[in-house]
């Protein structure tokens, strides 16, 4: 196989070169010569030796290496990764073909060398971001470029969850792909309250962001009858109408015939705790979503009123609390239901695993009976 021999300090910038060329062949690395050049392998477009493009490196024939390199920073050199072993990133985050990877300060003049390698090593990604953490009333990610397949920059994209899909954008808008199994319990819910109901239900998801959880429940043949959503933020509620309008064009039913006209089909962007203003929201809902983990209980309140009082009904939310309060933020929910005027015929308030170690993240459930 074809190689080009470059002095082993132009390896990543060579690298980078010939994969927006589109000249790197794919599945093998780059390998150390004799002669302490780099040998980075071509594929079958790359120009011939001598030409111009080459700035006077040369082409060398090599066996393709035998095995291809696992993890990114394997396309490293040796001993840049050697001087900063313990400084490179060990995770990152993708969303759809965007990647977002957090960099140490120590290493973040090396940031653009991190990103080129994660681009030769994943060909699904075409861009690469920073993240410099959480900013702005509705804690979206800051997110600096860094790399980019074919120089676009936009962190919107789209991705498939659970069999849907939605687009979303990190730099806009919050979504979190570790949830995915929060959107698959709360559509194992809705579907138990449907079969308790014998009926379909209607949702209301009034901190929706990109509509994750109604891509969860609006898939399920014949379970809503009808939704209540909305965000805040005017980028999430752009998405979520595209996604929530995609989504519902996809809707199938079991016996295979049309599926009936969707009623209540709101989509707002509009503050959640003002939709109890609106009378024709107040009692609407058999489900609501409680999802501004840093607020959700301050906010139940105002949004409980959602739910419909004269049959069984649910709350789903989530909210982050200090491990020592966790009894006492339980205690706080099942005050504001029973404020609303709702008796809990059953609760649920679990731990969801894998995210600070100082606070929880909690998922709390609670089945409400109709009202005395
Ligand atoms: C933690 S995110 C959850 C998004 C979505 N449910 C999900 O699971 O991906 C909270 C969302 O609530 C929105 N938000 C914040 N304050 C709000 C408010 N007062 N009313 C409605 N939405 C709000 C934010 O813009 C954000 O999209």
């Not at 001087?83 to 073909?97: M, S």
């Not at 959602?306 to 706080?332: H, K, M, N, P």
Request: negative net charge; proline residues 5%; hydrophobic residues 40%.
């Amino acid at each position: 196989m074809r190689h080009l021999s470059v002095p082993s300090a132009q390896t990543q910038q060579w690298l980078e070169r010939c994969r927006s060329e589109k000249w790197l062949a794919e599945h093998t690395g780059v390998s150390a010569l004799e002669d302490g050049n780099k040998a980075i392998p071509l594929n079958d477009s790359a120009p011939q030796a001598g030409d111009e493009s080459w700035m006077g490196n040369a082409l060398v024939a090599l066996e393709a290496k035998g095995k291809a390199p696992s993890h990114w920073s394997e396309h490293l050199d040796r001993e840049l990764y050697e001087a900063h072993k313990d400084d490179w990133p060990k995770a990152y985050e993708t969303q759809g073909d965007v990647l977002i990877v957090k960099i140490e300060d120590s290493i973040w003049p090396l940031a653009e060398t991190v990103a080129d390698a994660m681009l030769t090593q994943l060909p699904s990604i075409r861009l690469v971001c920073a993240d410099l953490g959480v900013h702005g009333d509705f804690r979206v990610r800051d997110l600096h470029p860094l790399a980019s397949r074919d120089g676009s920059v936009d962190t919107r994209t789209r991705i498939r969850e659970n069999g849907y899909l939605l687009w979303v954008d990190a730099s806009k808008v919050y979504f979190s792909a570790r949830l995915s199994n929060e959107r698959i319990e709360t559509l194992a819910t809705a579907k138990r309250l449907a079969a308790r109901l014998n009926r379909g239900i209607v949702v209301a998801d009034p901190y929706a962001g990109v509509g994750p959880s109604m891509g969860a429940l609006l898939s399920e043949a014949d379970l809503l009858t009808g939704y209540h959503t909305g965000d805040l933020n005017p980028d999430a509620f752009e998405l979520l109408s595209q996604n929530i309008a995609h989504l519902a064009s996809k809707r199938k039913t079991l016996d295979g015939s049309e599926p009936p006209v969707l009623d209540p089909a709101t989509v707002t962007c509009s503050d959640a705790t003002t939709w109890v203003d609106d009378e024709a929201l107040r009692g609407s809902s058999d489900m609501l979503l409680v999802n501004l983990p840093h607020d959700s209980i301050e906010h139940l309140p105002h949004v409980l009123p959602l739910l419909r009082g004269d049959q069984t009904a649910v709350l789903r939310g989530w909210a982050i609390v200090e491990r020592t309060q966790e009894a006492e933020s339980q205690q706080r929910i099942e005050a504001a239901i029973a404020q609303a005027g709702h008796h809990i015929e059953s609760m649920q308030f679990n731990e969801v695993k894998g995210f600070s170690a100082s606070k929880s993240f909690v998922c709390f459930e609670a089945w409400l009976g109709r009202h005395d």
